[in-house]
């Protein structure tokens, strides 16, 4: 139950996050057309807000998205983390086992 509660208030917390970045392109568009006949340097900002707009979107949608993949496929995820987990472990010992410190002995006896 309480991972139920989580979720939803990621949920609505993302939500907002998303109607924060709207409302902020939509002030980057008002600020960009307002100086049309400024220096450039002042359009330039608009355009930083813009972007930074965007790029929040882009996140924020990509965080939503990979929620929802959890949500629906969390056994998948979970067996798919314990096999990526297992491989690193088996390849980190492996390495150490089979040639990690042989190495170090012979540039040691090189010098």
Sequence with gaps: MAIAHTVG???????????????????????????????????DTAIDIMKW?????????????????VQTHTTELLFGLGALITALAVYFLASELMGGSGEKKEKEEER
């Design 53 to 69: 707009a965007v790029a929040v979107l882009f996140v924020l949608v990509v965080l939503l998205a990979i929620a929802q993949v």
């Design 9 to 43: 208030l990621f949920n609505v917390f993302v939500g907002l996050m998303l109607v924060a970045s709207i409302l902020l392109l939509g002030f980057g568009v008002v600020l960009w057309s307002i100086r049309l006949g400024t220096s450039p340097s002042y359009r």
